[in-house]
């Protein structure tokens, strides 16, 4: 399964303002730039994430997006069902698929599985956790007065 650039672009957002919780509001276009994304994407991806809470925006001079939630509260499967959608493998795994085959299938087990272990992972595993692997990468210095 292939995961659309928005996901992959969506949770670089998502870190980026994660490693700078509880900071200022941050700019989409120094984001853009220091994540080497398209601020037109980075738009679309904010106007999806704004409606969830996840994000805090604030319009003016000083304004800008920030992080709105624990990055510890906010697991990873959250983040790929609101930027993806459905994260289902296959679509026959779906309630509303109508398949004939779907009693008998000789494979469906193996979908379900690969299932089972993509929402373990993704449940399991926080955005705290991809912000504490993103600044042991990268010199992140947080000052709060």
Partial sequence: MKYSTRTR???RLLVYLGARYKGKFLKLNTIAESEKISIKYLEQIVRLL?????ISVARGAHGGYKLAVDPAEINLKQIFTILEGNIDPIECLQESFDCKKKVL??????WQGLQTVIDDYLEKNKLKDVVDNYKSKHSINMFYI
Avoid: A, D, Q, R
């Fill in 105 to 110: 299938c000789s494979t469906i087990e193996v």
């Fill in 9 to 11: 672009y969506g949770l």
């Fill in 50 to 54: 704004k409606p969830t809470g996840i």
